[in-house]
Each structure stands twice: as C-alpha cells, then as structure tokens.
C-alpha cells in the first residue's frame, strides 16, 4: 500500500470547463503517474514526474497538463474538457526500487 | 504506441481449475509485472519479475520472465471465486520509466 488518494472520486462535467484532478501519496516517492483506463486501451501513461516541478509527457499527454509543487500532491488539469477525456483516471507511484508502481483507487470522470 | 498482446482476452472457468494467461511484446523489457484490478478499484500489484528466466511465486500465483525478454507468463493454480477480476501485465524498460500494460485478462470463475 503506497498511501495513494486520489479526489475526487467522481467527477461529472461539461465540455469545454477546465477540471483538476488530484493525487496525494504519503510514503515520500520521488516518481508519480498520472494513468487513463479506457476499454480497448487499457492503461495509458499521460504524464509523469521525477521530482517537484520536474514533469514529462507521456503517451497521450495532449489536453492534459500537470504540475508538482510539493512530493507529495501531483496534480492533473484538463484546461478544456472534451467528451473524449471521459475515462477513469489513475494516478501511480513507485516505490524505493523505482521497478515497480502503486496505483491509486481512481477517479472517473465523465464529460457529457 | 506499443503495445503488449495480452491472452486470452476472457476466460470462464470452473472454481478449483487452474489458469494460464500470457504476453507477448515485439520489444525486450528488463522488468515484467503482473496485477489485478477488481471493479471499481485500481490494479494491485502480484509479482514482479527482473531477470531474463526468472520464476516467482505469490501463494497459488507462479510468473515467469520468458528467456528472450519479450513474454511473461502468469498460472494461478486451485482457483477460488475471489480470483475473478481482471489481471494485467505490465512492461517496463527501466526503472522509473512508463509501464507498458496489456489489454488484460477477464477471468471468471464458477464455483
């Protein structure tokens, strides 16, 4: 268990309105992910960190933004919402090895 | 993106069976993880693999990291009814760096 929350739970939102998504660890990993589940894709990397304030781009980073100001809070901002960012959202970090990574319980998210 | 070819895709089988499931990649990875997601929660980790023909146990779990470096394996043996989820397998190249996951397996079992 890494101390992985993540909030909201579920979120319900609008096309076009920004949203924030957040991730919040306990255990003091350097790493964090930011994850999309979709059926057919599976689990997609959107952005990672190594570090406060030190973030890159994953998979399928497009529409999506994220910022780290502290260890433990990584945040994941969709500046616009579209329809095809409904998905469930997982947030993951690694532990001492940096092998293997923890996810968080999720946060679905529908844009109608 | 890449993608790691996960199968089968589903599998119904009867409670006390046991189950084999794979992946298979057209790239090495230095590290093979295998997790489960139950409905609604996120994937928990069950083993992790590091070295190329490495054979790891987790209870009635076994994974093994395939010799070329391009497949895993996963056997649950004795299934029981709270085995059913769905079980992922993930690729990674180095440490720290994104997980590649495949479409993973839908298990089923009827006790």
């Known amino acids: 268990d890494a101390g992985i929350t993540q909030s909201p739970r579920h979120k319900v939102t609008e096309t076009g309105t920004p949203v924030t998504l957040r991730c919040h660890q306990t255990e003091n990993h350097r790493y964090m992910y930011w994850y999309r589940q979709d059926p057919g894709h599976g689990l997609r990397l959107i952005h990672y960190?190594?570090?406060?304030?030190?973030?890159d781009k994953g998979e399928v980073s497009d529409g999506y933004s994220v910022s780290r100001s502290k260890t433990e809070d990584f945040l994941l901002t969709l500046e616009s919402a579209t329809s095809s960012q409904t998905s469930v959202y997982f947030c993951?970090?690694?532990?001492?090895?940096?092998?293997?990574?923890?996810f968080g319980p999720g946060t679905r998210l529908t844009v109608l | 993106g890449q993608q790691l070819n996960q199968s089968p895709q589903s599998m119904f089988i009867q409670e006390g069976e046991d189950v084999s499931m794979n992946c298979t990649s057209s790239?090495?990875?230095?590290?093979w993880l295998w997790y489960k997601q139950d409905p609604g929660e996120g994937p928990v980790l069950l083993i992790a693999?590091?070295?190329?023909?490495e054979l790891t146990s987790n209870g009635r779990l076994t994974a093994q990291f395939g010799i070329t470096r391009k497949d895993s394996f996963l056997n649950i043996s004795a299934s029981i009814p709270s085995d059913v989820g769905i079980y992922f397998c993930a690729g990674q190249l180095e440490a720290g760096n994104m997980l590649t996951f495949g479409g993973g397996t839908r298990l089923m079992v009827k006790p």
């Open positions: 790239s090495i990875f230095n590290t």
């Open positions: 993951a970090t690694t532990g001492t090895a940096y092998n293997e990574q923890f």
């Open positions: 960190s190594y570090g406060v304030k030190d973030t």
């Open positions: 693999l590091y070295k190329a023909g």
